[in-house]
């Protein structure tokens, strides 16, 4: 029955997603910084070459819109039609800036299919460099938008703005999306993936990126990797590192993992250059997060990458007098996957995540 079903998810999400087009680019007639405005994306009308548009998103509380920076680079060539984005939260910048080098060394004119980007979506968490998307209503209401997908037309502005995303933006335009995001505010990432391996592209998608780290999991429900999936598109999330600033080697690796996949589905020429294999990625398929059971100043006794085995003390914490109040060891062998940045820690706070390998068989795709 899961099979038949997924089949027929499969089977609706090509229809929606992999065949039928947009009807036009539809143009507002306004300007927003000199790019034109859109409120419908059909890359299949726009001529071959470099665009650049501002998408009309969903209403501000005072009536205006919030507008999505949209770059398109369209193929001489019919072929794979890909989607880099960044910025789906606020805070999570290495994306920004490998997803803009990307779309700045692309060739229209030797190009075979086409690449959408798609810079911060998240237009309320992007402009106060946060993960989520604040409602200004009732007080303020504070919503995780990559857990809305596929958003709702009549729905709160997040999830509205994830319904126009989808049916204005990425339906017809996208067949792989690669989501490119970072560790929340206060903890950090190596170059890590999460990837559905129950679906093989997916596998072969991540598995083209010079990673430190995949996950192979399941998914999370309202995410946009997850959603993508779901409807038959192959996606994963690229976590690059650290969040709010730039890191040169992430970046560098997060763009050449993007320009394998170009280069491997033909949309590009070229080698495809470091990968899971020359970088020999460490593949787990469970994680655990080691939390504060207390307030207080913690330090991290591991850094990430590290072997750890189970029963090892990978953290503590002091109160205000430098009294240590709570010890943490790891819960499993693995590898640290992030760790918390913020001395500062609440409780249930993430200190240390660590990647390891479930050998029962319900876990071989990911628990
Ligand atoms: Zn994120």
Known sequence: MEIIMRYIA??????MFGT?????????GDKVQGMPVISALDVADLPTGQHRFMFEGVETATGQHWYVPLMVAKGAKPGKKVLLQAGVHGDEMNGVRIVQQAMAQL???????????????NRSGIERIAR???????GTE????????????QGNPPERQAWLMWNKVYKGNVELALDYHTQTSGTAYPLFIYADYRNDEVKTLAELFPADQIKKDPGEP????TTFVEHGIPAITVEVGAPRIYQQDMIDRGLQGALNVLTHYQVIDGKIGANAKTEQTYIGNEMSSVRATTGGFAEILVKIGD?????QQVALQRNAFGDVIATYTADRDGKVLAVSTDVIREHRAMLVRILGQNPAQSCQNGC
Request: charged content about 20%.
């Open 222 to 225: 309202g995410s946009m990797e």
């Open 10 to 15: 499969f089977a609706v999400g090509l229809a």
């Open 20 to 28: 039928t087009a947009q009807a036009a680019t539809e143009y507002t």
């Open 107 to 121: 060739e229209p004119a030797k190009m075979k299919g086409s690449v959408v980007a798609v810079i911060g979506p």
């Open 142 to 153: 504070l919503v995780d938008y990559n857990r809305v997908h596929p958003g709702k037309e």
């Open 307 to 311: 072997e750890v085995k189970q029963g």
């Open 132 to 138: 989520t998307w604040a409602i200004a209503n009732d």
